[in-house]
């Protein structure tokens, strides 16, 4: 697998498109990505109960072997807007499907931005056919940049790969970069691959990577309304399909796809809200409780590979948003005690004398005291823009997982602070 | 029941001191707190797994009808320091006891400020010896400043009562900021009254009034390793003892409690740090999960109102907690979209279209959608430096919760990123 150029358009098939309706003041609102046959497509959604229109809309698509396109507009995420907002949204979606002439079920929307305004259907109508004869091939820099909101750069990858010799790719778009709106945030990401690759094949291996990804990023700990993943598959490339989980060509896939969620997923963390630095925060050695797999034994079941490793990422999670932890990440502040005591409320049993905490790769604590660390070159070390903390629980039989975090800055307030709706 | 002067020396037989030992670097840092016999004694500590020495000591030592006094010292937390801490706390309990003439296990004390930096004993020493020199009864000023770290201001309460025709006090010190070192914070309540009390009736009510007030309040979600309220009752009143929780006499008493615990619960969020409002975040009816009830009622057993006003209590601190929430409110936004999906996250479950939101009195969202408030009107009321926010998810048999919580400034994030160990 390797890097390759395009975003979207790397694939063979696939087309996109951005244009100004004028939701927002200047840049573009309006992307549309167009399969040129009948796609396979997959997706993941938000797990807040709060969901926009456009997130039940598609998650009642799923799943589908035809899906030709994805409609999406920033500025506005059409949430919470009762009736008059699945109506919108609904109205979208067909604007897409007449302009592109398919039928509507065969269109995904997603919306991002200002939670509670309502839709301006008439400038969202224009965009969406002015995007449809705008759409070309070539690469998809617009498309990336029209579903920007807070986010002060564009994010689109590629990869090609070879399933069963031949070559297949994979292209994404992705934005940020708070949580939610008003200040016009949610997590989305497009991803498009000329594999050849069965529907339910493609959805578990979509969820299993944003598990380790999208679902392992934290800029704020805000669940938005509008997060969505989805991914169109449409057999281009001519590699012998797909069919299941466990053979060399799916593995090979699900690696790449994979890297493309974990890039992207990078990449919105840091653009995230007011960060100066990319967090990663590893916790290792983290067994689930003895009742929970004494429990799976006994009615004959086995604990998924992600459940074993869900009690990690939740000491991770709880690490990467504590308010106190990411302060002092922004003040290049080697504070251990802050780390430990995030760990100590996460729910998840350990032994505070077995813990090892590293900062940057230096031991900052372990067995069960400070270690005698020199404060003023360790965060001189913590001041590039990437740091690595590391907790190891050493409990046998343990899991380890990641999470992806930002500092928390005097800019993620004044974004969010002195936005007005 | 109505507020008087002294704090802790308002009820009878109860003496405190504070004094300057050298562990910050000029204002006082060791408080002693001394009870002229022996008290009944109860206590609530941090559900955090990381634990001061100071904590499990003290929990050990419950419950008690024997004990006569606490020493406290902020500017070092003596948390995680391994096994020198746990000698440092039993040489604290020591001096103090030797100091007053009683026996060690009489001595509760407490530690708050930096973790994981070790403890200068001959100093600590040197202000127990030196506080027991200062005791007094005329007022608890000295001690109130002494347990200060981050406060602006120190917190001191008393209330007198008629429990069986008896005059009756309660009095209180309380401590905040954030919730943990090493920005030298953490939440501590001591409590003392002159009524005649069982220790089991103690305990139960602490527990019931800690739960609805200093277990309901939040500056930045991170629970300290330190934590604690105690209270020492010790009976110079003359009341006929209260013996059980379902007597008139009880429920003056309790609710009494409750008021001194909720007015230094509310002090404590309004000095939490950098913040600008005192902020309510009241959850009206909701109802515990239908199969949670029917377990209980097919077990013979009910769910406690404790129990049943958690779920309300559960989606009051995420939004409490969410720092969209808490940067809207010191930009005083009427950002009901960033409340509704924080509630949404919650992990409590509610209909979106019956649910609404009121901010400072006005209603902002109702029947799935926004109302059509007065934006620039309604940021203006919000400006004050108190405001409530209500929302009602109308559920059957439901309950409410209150949490308190405060606004998230620049000011929060220079204290917590500027400071360094």
Redesign the interface.
């Known amino acids: 697998m390797k890097t390759t150029a395009g975003g979207l358009a790397a694939p063979l098939g696939f087309k996109s498109a951005g244009a100004y309706c004028g939701i927002k003041r200047k840049r573009n609102d309006i992307a549309l990505i167009v399969s040129d046959r009948d796609a396979v497509a997959a997706g993941v959604f938000t ?5 926009a229109s456009c997130v039940t809309a598609n998650s009642a698509l799923l799943p589908s072997t035809t899906m030709r396109a994805i409609v999406v507009n920033s500025g506005n ?1 059409n ?6 907002g699945d109506r919108d949204n609904e109205l979208m979606a067909q604007f897409a499907a007449e302009s592109i002439g398919v039928g509507r079920g065969q269109i995904f929307s997603a919306s991002t931005g ?3 305004a309502a839709m301006p259907m008439e400038k969202v109508e224009a965009g969406i056919r002015l995007a449809a004869t705008k759409l070309q091939d070539e690469n998809s820099d617009a498309a990336a940049e029209a579903i920007m909101t807070t986010d002060t750069f564009p994010k689109q990858f590629a990869v090609e790969l070879t399933v069963g010799g031949v070559q297949v790719k994979i292209g994404a778009i992705a934005k940020g970069s ?6 016009m945030a949610t997590m989305l990401c497009f991803i498009v691959t000329d594999a050849a690759i069965d529907q339910a094949v493609l959805q578990e291996m979509l969820s299993r990577c944003v598990w380790y990804t999208f679902n392992s990023i934290t800029v ?6 509008n997060d969505m993943v989805l991914i169109l598959a449409k057999g281009a490339a001519g590699n012998k399909p797909i069919t299941g989980l466990d053979t060399q060509d799916a593995a090979v896939f699900e690696t790449a796809l994979y890297n493309v969620c974990l890039h992207l997923a990078k990449e919105v963390v840091r653009d995230g809200e007011g960060a100066t630095k990319l967090v990663s925060v590893t916790v290792k050695n983290v067994a689930p409780p003895k009742a929970l797999e004494d429990a799976y034994v006994a009615s004959g079941r086995d604990l998924t590979k992600e459940q074993r490793a869900s009690f990690a990422r939740s000491v991770a999670k709880t690490i990467a948003n ?3 932890v990411k ?2 990440l ?2 290049n ?6 780390i ?6 996460s729910g998840v ?2 032994d ?2 077995a813990i090892e905490i590293s900062l940057a790769g230096h031991p900052v ?1 372990s ?4 270690t005698d660390f020199d ?1 003023d070159m360790l ?1 001189k070390s913590m001041s590039g823009n990437e740091l690595a903390i590391t907790i190891d629980m050493h409990q046998l039989g343990g899991e380890q997982a990641t999470v992806w975090t930002c500092d ?3 800019e ?3 974004i ?6």
Chains 1, 2 share one sequence.
């Open positions: 797990q807040n109960i709060v969901r995420a949430a919470c807007n009762g009736e008059a200002i939670i509670g708070g949580m939610i709106a008003p200040n704020d700990g805000d669940t938005s309304t504590s308010p106190l302060t002092a922004f003040g502040d080697p504070n251990w005690g802050r430990l005591a995030a760990a100590g409320r049993q350990f505070q004398s604590y067995n069960g005291q400070p404060h965060s928390f800055s005097y993620y307030v004044k969010n602070a002195e936005y007005h709706t």
